[in-house]
């Protein structure tokens, strides 16, 4: 029998308990089932097979060999076509002594929930068990994964998803830190709590040894976006989009554009957010550092620096080390680019980033009418955003929201400019052009954006913006 430990990336299987009132080492004491899968797709071994002899040997000798000073063993057995996977993770905090029980319940739990399956999952408090006849290298699983969710709704949702991610993320961030070791060993686990109002929640999270620390964080952040309420269009967080720009290339670590870089977020981190957007360059040729932002009209101020702050820890992640990207989220985009004050041309609209994204459904009744409205909706809140009475702390907000109903329904919609369109009608044009391509996008669906740098447009059924200061127009 060969043990990898650790050094083979196979399959990634993540955890993220969210817990209201109990501790997470309270836990400790309870060894609930939380969850299995057959997975069928795999077939079912015969009895007295070659596949049967070595899921027995693994089985039989996996809780008797070794310390679980890790909690994580991944181990194969047999020949092609009979070999036999079989992978473990306890919890973060239930290694060693804790582990085995956690494992031998494990092993019973999946015989009797999936007889002869040759594949399986079972998940418990404080140890998940994986066999499977195939073994998936370098691969994150996404598949199987389930959420338990606690029934009771919290009094104030929004709060609750919003603080509630926050702490999920950070937990991410220190879980899958290189630096967080254990010996020699990355830890991979963290958990941590935060008050909430008057409730407590605790949290972990946890990726399976077999990840280097660069994969467990893509994993738990997919794991992190699928957060049930992360979707429902009221908080930001969520990444729309990414674009990293290689043809700008990438800049060294203690290079002076680092230097100038790091000085730029920090100065721009300490202005007011006021308008909620920003254009400006620091440096000269060859190390100038552009970065742009716009926030929605709804959030700027406190919520436009969050969403900033946001925005230049999602590109140091996604675009690492590249000298330009764009980052959207619903609440704010954010651009970082090495064009020099003097080479940026601020007459120009800027499409070449623009991107759609639209709700997969369709609207029922009359598609046709439906577009028309909508359009119509686009196009007043356009003039709108536009009017030179429409200012904001001393500039023209170029932005509108407004809502309106057509037919049975309800649409709600806003229009934006980035605030740093040097003539007005640049605005106007940018959205004129985006709005024609509302049938390309949004022909009938249930909600719809084209989002850009330089000017955007979404429309919902349900209402969006966090204040519901938007008129009712038409
Ligand atoms: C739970 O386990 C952790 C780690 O082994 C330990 O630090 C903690 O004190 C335990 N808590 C309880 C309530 O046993
Ligand atoms: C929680 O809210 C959802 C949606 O608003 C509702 O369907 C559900 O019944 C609520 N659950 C409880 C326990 O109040
Ligand atoms: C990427 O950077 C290059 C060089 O600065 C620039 O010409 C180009 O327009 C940029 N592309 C995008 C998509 O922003
Ligand atoms: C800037 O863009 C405007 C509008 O596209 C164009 O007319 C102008 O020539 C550009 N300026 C430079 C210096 O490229
Ligand atoms: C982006 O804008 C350009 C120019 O208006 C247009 O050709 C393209 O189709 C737009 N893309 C999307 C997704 O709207």
Sequence with gaps: MSSVFGSVPILAMVVIQLLLIRSVSSLNLTNAYLHHKCINTEGKYKQGSDFEKNLNL???TITSIGNFRDGFRYTEEGEDPNNVFVM????????WSKCPPCISTAVSGLRRRCPRNKGAIIWYDQCLLKISSVGSFNKIDYENDFYVSNPNNMSDRELFNKETSALLEKLAYKASDRNNLDGKQLVLYAAGEKRIGTNK??????????LIFTKCLECLEGILRKFPECCDGKRGGRVLGTSCNFSEG???????YEYILNDHIRFLAAQNFRSGSMHMTS??????VTILYQCRGDSYKSKCRACYAAGISGLRRRCPRNKGGIIWFDQCFVEITSVSAIDFNISKINYENNFSLHNPNKVSGDIK???????????ELTLKANSKDNMDDGKMALYASGEKRVGT???YAMVQCMRDLVRPKMCKECLESIIKEFPKCCDGKQGGRILGTSCDFRYEL???LRTSDSTTVG
């Design 58 to 60: 693994v089985l039989s």
């Design 88 to 95: 473990f993770q306890c919890r973060g905090d239930s290694y």
């Design 201 to 210: 929640v605790y949290a972990m999270v946890q990726c399976t040894k077999n």
């Design 250 to 256: 990438k800049y060294k670590p203690g290079s002076k």
């Design 283 to 288: 440096g000269l040729k060859p190390n100038a």
């Design 369 to 379: 009418s439906f577009n028309k409205e909508t359009v119509a909706l686009l196009e």
């Design 409 to 411: 329904k309800k649409v």
């Design 462 to 464: 349900y209402p969006f």
